[in-house]
């Protein structure tokens, strides 16, 4: 080919892939929550998984963004590994619409009759106020450069009839049975893996197929390494991810692997199948490729789904064994394993918001486990472990406040979409507050490792007191707790009633701690009392305080 060709090929690809991304992104947008809300109920067996990942693939036109999506809910806990595989079985059958609209338009209408007044009504909605119209606008502008980038595609891949010396040197790797397809699979492994997308990769295999560069076995093997190559997307995204997103990219990449070993042993009836269900013979009718291809394309994925969707939970199985034993855990709920997803993955706010939002929760539970170790280092024996346990996780709490607020100006640098702004400054709260009960728990920790130095003990009536302001604090934070794990995000958090008792619970442990000073207060008068004990009860009951005070600052955070 000229070098003006390439130069049209390689442009036509970039338009097509950006035209592909904003469509999709702007797709997840508009839909924000309701996206995440769709996958939690449609996701409760594996059969309704399925139809969930064909469905929103469908709609966003990227398998990769869909398996990204997923694999970001499988990181923040919000899919289990399970529901995640049904998800992506679905999202293999969903890609291929790409290439059945590529097929029945793409090919006999001229595009820019409609792709140039879709980018300018695009254009026109971006200049809107209201943010879901600048989504649809975004959506239009992506469909329109999308087909663009499409006939640039076309235009730049000459006929081969018309330049057959331009692609004499495929000849050599051409008709040599299954050497060929092994040949394919390998180039449309590499091609998707290098332009990151399944459906620009399926539309390149046709248009070359359609001009007669490329024979249709050796398109059929190309379709096959794209389902490969199309893998490497999510296992990209899960990379900086904990060990389950690591599962969910590995399922994705066990599954799509075995279909294509699996198909070469089936290769010869398959494709005497697609000649049957397909008219037209695209050795002589090179109009009838792209329909062989797109068939190919959808039953392969569609027969591969059949065959293992009865071996969801062991395929499951296989990736918890093959991950645990390479990383060398079993269990993904130490705070230490806290990861968030790059915001340079494909992503959306709503992602971010969801995996900032549970990782939070993770936090805030953890550290009422901490306030029961604090509680037993007072009413129990004294035990130096123990103190050296609150210190580390206390110093664990510090780094992930630093992880969580970095990654909040990561998320804040790439845009905050839609009506996320005021969730995110609640995050921020509450992480603040998480601080302040951390410092609290080190603090009282040393006070208690000080006292036992100095043979500083509380009598009974002053261990009495402070459990029952360590019950009313425990009262607390099971009210955050129970209540924040009722929804995605702390919307129960804003309930009316929740409120009250948090203002009740907090009014009470005032009253607690005022009534406990004043017994102090009189005690300090009568003779033969001891004042240390004293002064280091009140330090600790500070402290306790403090506690209470800041989880009410948690539950209140998104005023």
């Known amino acids: 080919m000229e070098s003006s060709n390439w130069i049209t090929l390689f442009g036509g690809l970039g338009i097509f892939l950006y035209g592909m991304k904003l469509m999709s ?22 059969f309704t998984a399925i139809i969930s990942g064909l469905i929103i693939t469908s709609a966003i036109q990227s398998s990769s963004a869909t398996t ?61 106020k209201r943010d879901t119209l600048i989504g649809w606008g975004n959506f239009f502008v992506g469909f329109g450069l999308l087909f663009l980038g499409l006939d640039y595609l076309k235009s730049s891949i000459p006929d081969s009839a018309k330049n057959p010396e331009s692609f ?7 008709n040599h049975g299954l050497y060929t397809i092994f040949l394919f ?10 332009v990151q997308s399944s459906s620009a990769s399926t539309t390149i295999t046709i248009t070359l197929a359609f001009n007669g560069i490329i024979p249709i076995d050796a398109a059929y093997g190309m ?75 959808t039953l392969f994925n569609v027969l591969n789904t059949i065959v293992l969707v009865g071996f969801i939970p062991q395929i499951a199985k296989v990736v918890n064994s093959i991950i645990n034993k390479i990383t060398g855990k079993h269990e993904d709920d130490d705070l230490r394993e806290i990861k968030f997803l790059s915001a340079g993955s494909i992503r959306t706010t709503d992602i971010a918001v969801a995996e900032l939002s549970n990782y939070t929760k993770k936090i805030i539970r953890e550290t009422r486990n901490i306030f029961l170790e604090l509680k037993s280092l007072i009413t129990d024996p004294f035990d130096s472990k123990k103190v050296a346990d609150i210190f580390e996780k206390e110093e664990e709490l510090d780094k992930l406040r ?39 728990f080190a603090s009282a920790a040393r006070k208690i490792r000080k006292a036992h130095r100095d043979g500083i003990q ?39 009633e929740v409120r009250a008792e948090s203002r009740r619970l907090r009014e009470r442990a005032i009253k607690t701690i005022n009534h406990m000073e004043n017994k102090v207060k009189k005690k300090k008068f009568q003779k033969k009392v001891k004042f240390l004990p004293i002064l280091h009860y009140k330090d600790l009951s500070r402290n306790i305080d403090n506690v209470s005070r800041q989880l009410n600052v948690a539950i209140y955070a998104d005023n």
């Open 402 to 440: 630093v992880q969580i607020l970095a990654y909040l100006n990561e998320v804040q640098e790439a845009g905050v979409q839609g009506s996320y702004a005021r969730t995110i400054v609640g995050i921020m709260e509450r992480i603040k507050s998480i601080e302040e009960i951390g410092d609290n």
């Open 168 to 174: 004499l040197f495929l000849a050599q790797f051409t």
């Open 185 to 194: 699979i390998l180039i449309g492994t590499l091609l998707t893996i290098v």
């Open 223 to 297: 379709i096959l390494g794209e389902n490969i190559g199309t893998t490497i997307t999510a296992n990209l995204a899960a990379i900086p991810g904990n060990t389950n997103a690591k599962k969910a990219a590995l399922a994705h990449t066990i599954f799509n692997l075995f279909g294509v070993v699996w198909m070469m042993f089936l290769f010869a009836p398959m494709i005497h199948l697609i000649d049957f269900i397909v008219p037209g013979d695209p050795s002589s009718n090179l109009e009838s490729t792209r329909f062989h291809i797109s068939t190919f394309h």
């Open 458 to 496: 509380l009598d009974n009536n002053l261990l009495k007191d402070l459990s029952e302001q360590f019950d009313i604090v425990l009262e607390h934070y099971d009210l955050l707790c129970n209540n924040q794990d009722k929804d995605d995000h702390f919307l129960a958090l804003a309930q009316p």
């Open 25 to 46: 992104e702007a797709l997840q947008y508009v839909a924000g929550e309701n996206l995440r809300n769709f996958l939690s109920k449609m996701t409760r067996n594996r």
């Open 68 to 128: 990204v999506l997923v694999v970001g809910f499988v990181n923040a806990a919000l899919l289990t590994l399970v529901q995640a595989i049904g998800v992506i079985m679905g999202a293999n059958i969903g890609t291929t619409i790409t290439a059945w609209i590529i097929s029945l338009i793409g090919f006999k209408i001229n595009i820019t009759l409609f792709a140039l007044p879709a980018i300018i009504l695009g254009i026109l909605l971006y200049f809107s």
